[in-house]
């Protein structure tokens, strides 16, 4: 008889009350200062350098979306990665080969392009096998 009261009220009462928890933990939009969008970086050069050019990139996204966004820099290109497929960054700076595994093992899709000086828009990269 125990069991059957647990399993007609506090069963569907524990239920709604994790549902309801789930519920209230994802309504915060992402870029609210509790769910910020989160940019990772590979770390390409000294880390201290590119930490302190992605706080000036968040400041000025900030300043001009009103979104909130943190930053950073993993040890690996790989570790930038897989940030995708834990769900830990948003948005990543990364490289071609990093491009690639992201897209093929978690979906990631490019949607902008560096303009580096002079107006220049492409990239070229060569893998050899």
């Known amino acids: 008889m125990k069991i059957f009261k647990f399993f007609i009220y506090i069963l569907p009462t524990l239920l709604f009350v994790i549902i309801l928890s789930a519920r209230e933990l994802n309504e915060d939009e992402l870029g609210s200062r509790s769910n910020p969008i989160r ?65 093929e093992k978690y979906g990631a899709e490019a949607k902008l392009r560096v303009v580096r000086d002079g107006g220049e828009i492409s990239y070229k990269g060569q893998f050899v096998a």
């Open 39 to 103: 940019i990772y970086f590979t770390p390409s050069v000294d880390a201290k350098r590119i930490t302190t050019n992605a706080r000036e990139l968040t400041d000025f996204l900030e300043k001009e979306t009103g979104y909130y966004f943190i930053t950073a820099v993993p040890a690996s290109f790989v570790a930038v990665v897989e940030a995708f497929g834990t769900s830990k960054a948003d948005i990543a700076g990364i490289n071609t080969f990093s491009y690639l595994m992201a897209n």
